[in-house]
């Protein structure tokens, strides 16, 4: 079992920032990758962000050079940071755990712990 808990949300202007967290606890070393999604009213839920172990990202096109994911192994913890925040940018953005780490775009069904998500809205 691993726990993944999101916090740093909330309202910002757009064109502001907001840096996401999400902690990780409980089977960590199971853990391969760590990615971050987000879902908008009436849309699908989104990758947005890959992390592996070692490092290495992948981004979707609609926020790249616009958000940074990195990772504290010390901590277990992932952050997603966020720049030049967009009004479409609004969504819950969920924290999840995938074991398999297959590759960009990871399958939403790889992914197998999730966190309880955290609200993003950007005011225009």
């Known amino acids: 079992q691993v726990q993944l808990v999101e916090s740093g949300g909330g309202l910002v202007q757009s064109g502001g920032s907001l840096r996401l967290s999400c902690a990780a606890s409980?089977?960590?070393?199971?853990?391969?990758?760590m990615g971050w999604y987000r879902q908008a009213p009436g849309k699908e839920r989104e990758l947005v962000a890959i992390?592996?172990?070692?490092?290495?990202?992948n981004y979707a096109d609609s926020v790249k050079g616009r958000f940074t994911i990195s990772r504290d192994n010390a901590k277990n913890t992932v952050f997603l940071q966020m720049n030049g925040l967009k009004p479409e940018d609004t969504a819950v953005y969920y924290c999840?755990?995938?074991?398999?780490?297959?590759?960009?775009?990871?399958?939403?069904?790889?992914?197998?712990?999730w966190g309880q998500g955290t609200q993003v809205t950007v005011s225009s």
């Open positions: 999840a755990a995938d074991r398999y780490g297959t590759g960009w775009p990871t399958p939403e069904s790889d992914f197998f712990s």
């Open positions: 409980g089977r960590i070393f199971s853990i391969n990758v």
């Open positions: 992390i592996t172990t070692g490092g290495s990202t």
